[in-house]
């Protein structure tokens, strides 16, 4: 049994060819393109991808989008960004899953390793983070425009192979302008979250569920004050970014200016509502 591949682009011509050259093993690779201008489409036609045009309008309608309305000749789907590459290790042991006939799952998680300014980044509290990434598309939805969070029907497993994650491939330029827009949804989020619920105190606790725990401390860190001063002394000093080198400093700091960003832009939306209510 093979798995089809799902990789979303847009202007990524320094990154497609690696990431298909990765899963040229599935005999169903689907190139989701957002309008992508530069050579992406051009390199993706010659792993033999299927180009699928679509405009995109926020990350869990784009991707929900996809499971609802593109023909996938495998019924089970991995989903890739196009800056990721698929280790023979993962490649591998997902094969063993999707062949397993009484795993009783829907969906897997499986870890990655970052990798910035040519070193995985190890510490920083990035690793390790459980992603569902391989799944049958008819028991799995996204929720948020921004970092979607899956929605499994079914039971899900792990995966002990990694996949790599190159996110700064395309330069710094493009990274601050990727998450100048990610900054504007995660604030969106924020302002709604802090409006309408409480603090899941109980995710809070749960060390034994880490994806609850994760999106209770995202809901958390959204009422704290110096929210940006806080992350860093936690990545750098708590969970140890400053065994990563000169790589793990300038990426905590990378990660804190974005929380500040998000912080700016919740004040704004906030200024903005009470002017439209006055």
């Not at 390790?128 to 969070?149: A, Q, S």
């Not at 990274?175 to 990610?182: G, L």
């Not at 725990?213 to 995202?218: M, S, V």
């Amino acid at each position: 049994m093979s798995i089809s591949i799902l990789v979303l682009t847009l202007n990524e011509e320094q990154n497609i060819a690696a990431c298909l050259e990765s899963v040229a093993w599935s005999d169903d690779i689907i190139v989701l393109d957002s309008g992508s201008t530069d050579k992406t489409v051009e390199i993706a036609e010659t792993y033999g991808a299927r180009i699928v045009h679509r405009r995109l309008d926020d990350w869990s309608t784009h991707q929900n989008w996809a499971l609802e309305n593109i023909e996938y000749k495998n019924p089970w789907v991995y989903y890739s960004d196009a800056d990721e590459v698929v280790t023979p290790e993962l490649r591998d042991e997902m094969l063993r899953a999707v062949a397993d006939p009484e795993s009783g799952c829907a969906a897997y998680r499986m870890r990655y390793k970052n990798y910035f300014m040519g070193r995985w980044i190890r510490h920083c509290g990035i690793y390790p983070t459980w992603i569902m990434r391989l799944f049958r598309p008819e028991k799995v939805r996204w929720e948020r425009k921004v970092n979607p969070v899956a929605v499994i029907d079914g039971n899900e497993g792990r995966l002990q192979g990694h996949f790599e994650h190159y996110s700064f491939n395309k330069g710094f330029n493009a990274w601050f302008e990727k998450h100048n827009s990610y900054s504007w949804n995660e604030a969106l989020e924020a302002v709604k979250h802090t409006g309408e619920e409480s603090v899941d105190w109980g995710g809070v606790l749960s060390v034994n569920n880490p994806v609850r725990l994760r999106r209770a401390l995202k809901e958390l860190s959204f009422r704290l004050p110096l929210r940006a001063v806080i992350r860093f002394v936690y990545m750098y000093f708590v969970r140890l970014g400053i065994l990563d080198g000169m790589p793990g400093l300038t990426y905590c700091i990378l990660l804190s200016i974005y929380e500040y960003m998000i912080v700016l832009k919740m004040k704004e939306i906030k200024r903005r509502e009470k002017n439209l209510s006055l």
